[in-house]
């Protein structure tokens, strides 16, 4: 029996697996969900999946049956088989199990006064008495609707004219203009009451989130999430930067795969709301330093090498037609304004939607993921850093780990006795792994039971049924092959605890280090941001120590805190300012290279304040 590593995104589950069996059959055993409508006869097509690396060979009847896509990498999973280490990507239609995408955020009362604005004219008709041009008649009509002066300068590119006059006709001399506040005009529309839309997005590593707004009113109209296509590419945002530096031409791939996707995404979300895609006339933007620089094709490469410089920091307003075509000629991106080469434009966004500049105490702001993001403020500073926890949070390098799906267990406790757990699964039955959150739940509960030490190894002096020593080590059962979803024995390895101990070690450091360079031992509030956060069991992180400073009872899950922050800077000039402020006033700590990091790491890794066993 020969063994490949296969990876399926975007679960994140990686197994080693039989060169025998196909990826459909290793999927269903290792509870990656996979659409197999004919049951992997090959005839339906519904197990589609994108395949990078050696597979078996494409057979005339495969190949047929996927056309062009084959081209593309596609591959049937039910026909084909991993000969080494493969990538395999299944797309949003072959998936069984939707991934659990959190849209919501803080809300939080704000000023309604956006970028763009509309313009309902009563335009004169042609006047053969009159010389005056077109242009003039609409500016002067546009003066008067704004009440300014007629020495302020409006930009009306010649293009939006072409046609007007056989508007100004249809509609009898009734046109919106769509403008910004600035004065450049984008659109103009035959009659009054037109949509005037625009566009938050929240661009993550893993999960990109659009939200439709209607820009006359300030209402959300609807919202749209998907995973990241870029997870194909490589799983966190490490490996798709050095991926950009060894192959340049991929940074215009990766760009244009997400520009493509949110695209889709607005089109669905436009097609929910009955309204036209045509007619979003802004985008607003926010995403993590190396998304921010891949979005927008700027080389990241600098960002994983001292001094982790971003190419720039500053916002930046490009023209939306290249990025999502369809949408106006006019229309116009925005993307917030970046702090660092690991604290991006999301997290000024964060820091803006829970008015971290503006507390009256000791607060904490935290966004874990792969990459964790801490903002420390107080009502004289805010300092921020970043930590690498690893792919650990959402389930990544975990033997059974899985992102937060239906079939993931997400809470667990356990009996001090007898060591029998109790498992809670997303979207009930059987379990098919654990995701993050489930695993703090987990460890946290064999902490406080005393299967797991302080310093983090399993106690043999529990070994039993639940306790046992495995083909690798040390390993606690969670669930027996007859009572999970992929007829294998659930458990935790020691190395899965490993990870995870790594991975709560290094935001314990960062929270450890902002506290101490801006000398308080504690602090009075803290804000969980982010899907992880939103999930995580407060009681359960404090439970293995990852907080320090911090009391339970203070700690509050604030949703997608990112995706709030970018429609507040969609729906308000005001707010979009004060995210200008907020990067510009926010300090960075650099904590790779800060002289008392590796020794607060070690101190950090203890899964108890006291960490003597
Ligand atoms: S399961 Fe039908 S083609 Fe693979």
Known sequence: MSEALILFQ????????????????????????????CGGKGLCGSCKVQVQGKVSPLEKEEADYLGP???????????TRALEGVKVWVPENSRLHKQVILTTGYEHEMNFDPEICVWELSVPL??????????????????????????????????????????????????????????????????WDTDCLG?????????????????????????????????????????????????????????????????????????????????????????????????LQLDPSGLAQAPYTPVTSDSVEISAL??????????????????AGFVGADTVAAVLALDADQVTEPTLILDLGTNGEIVLATPERMLCCSCAAGPAFEGGHIKWGLRGAPGAVDQVSVS??????????????????????????????????????????????WRGKHLREGANGWEYLLATKENTGTGQDLVLTHQDLSHLQLAKAAIHAGISLLLSEMGIPSVEK????????????????????????????????????????????????????????????????????????????????????RGDD
């Open 69 to 79: 896509d084959a081209k593309k990498g596609y591959r049937l999973a039910c026909q």
């Open 526 to 609: 803290v804000l969980l941001a982010g899907a992880f956060g939103n999930y995580l069991d407060p009681g359960a992180a404090c439970g293995i120590n990852m907080f320090p400073g911090v009391v339970v009872e203070n700690i509050t899950s604030v949703g997608n805190a990112a995706g709030a922050g970018a429609l507040s800077a969609l729906i308000s000039r005001s707010q979009r300012k004060r995210a200008q402020t907020i990067a510009r006033r926010m300090d960075y700590l650099e904590l790779a290279t800060h002289p008392k990091f590796n020794e607060t790491f070690v101190m950090s890794m203890a899964f108890s304040e």
């Open 416 to 461: 001090a006795d007898s060591l029998v757990p109790e498992l809670r699964v997303i979207g009930g039955g059987s379990a098919l792994g654990i995701c993050g959150s489930g695993l703090v739940s987990l460890v946290s509960e064999l902490v406080k039971a005393g299967v797991v030490t302080p310093s983090g190894g399993f106690d043999p002096a």
């Open 199 to 295: 566009l938050a997005v929240d661009l993550g590593t893993t999960t990109i989130v659009v939200y439709l707004v209607d820009l006359k009113t300030g209402r959300s109209l609807s919202v749209k999430a998907g995973m990241n296509p870029q997870v194909s590419q490589g799983e966190d945002v490490i490996s798709r930067i050095a991926l950009c530096r060894d192959r340049p031409d991929r940074l215009k791939k990766l760009a244009e795969s997400v520009h493509q996707f949110i695209t889709e995404l607005a089109q669905q979300a436009c097609m929910e709301a009955g309204v036209p895609f045509r007619h979003i006339f802004e985008t607003v933007l926010v995403g993590n330093t190396a998304m921010h620089h891949i979005f």
């Open 322 to 339: 290249p990025i999502t075509p369809g949408s106006a000629p006019e229309a116009q991106i925005h993307v917030l304004p970046v702090k």
């Open 126 to 191: 042609k006047d053969t008495e009159k010389t005056d041009q077109l242009h003039e008649r609409i500016l002067e009509k546009l003066n008067k609707a704004a009440q300014i002066g007629s020495d302020f300068q409006w930009h009306l590119p010649s293009a939006l004219l072409q046609g007007v006059d056989e508007k100004l006709h249809k509609s009898d001399g009734r046109v919106s203009v769509v403008t910004t506040m600035s004065g450049r005009c984008l659109e103009i529309i035959p009659g």
């Open 10 to 37: 975007p679960m994140g589950r990686r197994v080693a697996v039989d060169k025998k069996y196909s990826l459909l059959t290793m999927a269903e055993q290792n509870g990656v969900g996979i659409e197999a409508t």
